[in-house]
C-alpha cells in the first residue's frame, strides 16, 4: 500500500525498559542495527500493525508491554534508490512512520527473535536512549532524531 506520494505507511517501535534504554536490534543477514519497524497493512490500525509487527520482530504480546505514547504525525524517509523496488503503477519513494515508545513490562528473557519464519533480527541489546541517532544509516537518521525527541518527556511518566 503505497499513498499517493509514494510513501508506504509504517509503524516504528521504540521498546524501553526500566532505566530508559531503548532496544536496538541487528538485521539478519547484514551488520545493520534498528529499532523494529513494519508496514500497516490495509484495513489495520496503526495500533494493530504496532502490536502484529511486535510480535512477529521482538517475540513480545500486547500485554508483555505499555505503550507510553506514540508521535503525533507521519515523520517520512525516502529510500535510496539502491533500496528501493519496484511497486506496481506508483513510484515507491520511501516510508511514512508513526511512532510509538513503549515500556517493557516482562523481561529480558521474553524477547524472541524466532517467532517469525523468516526472523527479522538474528541479535539485540539494549543501548542509551540517544545512541541509535549516531548508530543508525544516514538516510533514517532525521526520522530518529524526530521520534526521540518527540517522545523523550515521555520517559518521565
Known amino acids: 500500500m503505497i499513498d499517493r506520494d509514494g510513501y508506504r ?6 521498546i524501553t525498559n526500566a532505566e530508559n534504554q531503548v ?5 539478519c543477514r547484514c551488520d545493520g542495527w534498528q ?19 511486535l510480535y512477529e520482530e521482538v517475540g513480545l504480546e500486547h500485554g508483555q508491554v505499555e505503550i507510553r505514547g506514540r508521535t503525533q504525525g507521519w515523520l517520512r524517509y525516502d529510500l535510496p534508490r539502491a533500496y528501493q523496488r519496484p511497486s506496481g ?18 523481561c529480558d528473557a521474553d524477547v524472541r527473535l524466532d517467532r517469525s519464519s523468516a526472523p527479522e533480527f538474528d541479535e539485540w541489546r539494549w543501548v542509551d536512549y540517544w545512541s541509535p541517532i549516531d548508530a543508525i544509516v544516514d538516510f533514517k537518521r532525521q526520522v530518529y532524531q524526530s521520534a526521540l525527541t518527540e517522545l523523550a518527556p515521555l520517559l518521565l511518566r
Request: hydrophobic letters at 40%; proline letters at 4%.
Open 9 to 14: 505507511p509504517n509503524v516504528g517501535i521504540i
Open 89 to 106: 503503477t506508483r513510484r515507491f519513494r520511501g516510508q511514512k512512520q508513526v511512532w510509538f515508545l513503549l515500556r517493557l513490562m516482562g
Open 35 to 53: 529499532f523494529p519497524q513494519g508496514g500497516i497493512q490495509r484495513k489495520e490500525t496503526a495500533e494493530e500493525a504496532l502490536y502484529r509487527e
Open 23 to 27: 532496544f536496538w536490534a541487528r538485521r
